[in-house]
């Protein structure tokens, strides 16, 4: 009995040998940087240099109420002089060439609401080192305004909400993109501030909203380090300063998680034609800016 126990013995000791090789134990290998968002419309409106500013006369503004938004780029940065890419570069979208040149290809942008977590990444890409700055490319808004819709005899003086699409990357290739309701086809690339409108309007129980669209609107990209390191033009890479700097050792036992907070405050602009700060856009008024005010980021 002895002779037959001993190659069974062996044989467990391979085995039992061979699987602790197949799963080697890293405990970093497993660690994320987890990303939600936050958007707050009590924090403060800022200008395109980090300053605070007001409602520019002869406009008017609103706080939107958000529903999803995509981001293209995150990087963070040591200090308030390191150039726009020579950070620590976390996570980038796909980009695509369908459209001619280079865009952000729509259909693969992660999006996400408020207080999710949309993106996860491996804490590996981070190196050692104390981060002062997070720099962000958005890409793409969605949320709901409230607007004046005044058509007589058989409306007047409604207050209503509809749904704004906004396109604040540097450049989105768009195959088709849902509003609130209706499917906008567009089979094109599309430059920063393309947006489309769904109004809400509906009576009796039947919709008798419409969609308009347009290009060109403004959009805000606070920088407060503009000064040392400055963003290109067009690029909507906004940037914020971490509440408490983040130090990564390379010895991490936990996840870090990191909220992009963004402020709201009177962020949807538009001209008035009727000065009544509502938005009229049956009267010809027009949006002139649907940037977020300022990222003001943190970790948890």
């Not at 849902?178 to 086809?185: A, F, G, H, L, Q």
Request: proline share 6%.
């Amino acid at each position: 009995m002895k002779n037959l126990l001993i190659p069974v013995s062996i044989g467990l000791f391979f085995l039992s040998s061979c699987k602790k090789d197949e799963i080697p134990e890293d405990p970093l290998e497993s660690k994320q940087i987890e990303f939600s968002l936050k958007f707050d419309e009590t924090l403060p409106r800022l200008g395109n240099f980090g300053e605070e500013v007001e409602v520019a006369a002869g406009n008017a503004a609103q706080h939107p109420e958000m529903e999803e938004v995509s981001v293209h780029y995150i990087e963070f940065a040591p200090n308030a002089t390191t150039p726009l890419g020579a950070g620590q570069i976390v996570y980038k979208g796909t980009e695509t060439e369908v459209g001619g040149a280079a865009a952000v290809d729509f259909d693969k942008a992660p999006r996400s609401g408020e207080d999710e977590l949309f993106l996860s990444v491996d804490l590996t890409k981070l190196a050692p080192g104390t981060y002062t700055w997070l720099r962000v490319s958005l890409t793409y808004q969605k949320y709901v305004i409230q607007y004046r819709y005044n058509n007589p005899p058989y409306f007047e003086d409604l207050i209503l909400d509809g749904t704004l699409a906004s396109f604040v990357g540097f450049n989105t290739y768009i195959k088709s993109h849902t509003i609130k309701d209706s499917v906008r086809v567009v089979n094109a690339n599309k430059a920063q501030g393309y947006w489309a409108f769904e109004t809400g309007l509906i009576y009796a129980g039947v919709p008798y909203g419409s969609v308009s669209s347009g290009d060109g609107a403004g959009v805000t990209v606070v920088n407060p380090i503009s000064g040392t390191s400055p963003v290109p033009p067009g690029s909507c890479v906004v940037t914020g300063e971490l509440r408490e700097p983040l130090v990564i050792t390379g010895n991490e036992t936990d996840n870090v998680q990191v909220v992009l907070a963004f402020s709201i405050n009177n962020s949807f602009e538009w001209e008035e034609v009727i000065e009544d700060g509502l938005f009229e856009p049956g009267e010809g008024e027009r949006v002139v800016d649907m940037g977020l005010r300022g990222l003001h980021p943190y970790v948890k």
